[in-house]
């Protein structure tokens, strides 16, 4: 069976980067295994996201899963020399929500299938 490990850490990585830069002083991470999905959340009380931002956001994050693609990019999500991280990681799952309200917070959820050819 493939190893998520690397994708979940890049998500987090990826998630939690952008918490800081929000400079959030609580951040929560959830990563939860039920069925044939992992679900990754992440919420903290950084600055927000205006919502003229969080529509470009949602476009990043909302990409078509690119199974073949899949080693390769998970492999990257995280890295923030690459500077389209949240691209990236729609890429590499299956569903998203980002919830933000400015001056409270932000909380994203991501799922990926595992064995998603199945």
Sequence with gaps: MYSYRNHIRGIVDEFVSNSIKAKATKIDVKIEVAGDYITITVKDDGTGIKPEQLAELEEQLYQPRRVELEEYYGSLAGDSS??????LVGMITDDA????????????????KLNPSK
């Design 97 to 112: 929500s980002i919830e933000s309200t400015p001056g409270v917070g932000t909380e994203i959820r991501v799922a990926l």
């Design 82 to 87: 690459m500077g389209r991280g949240l691209a």
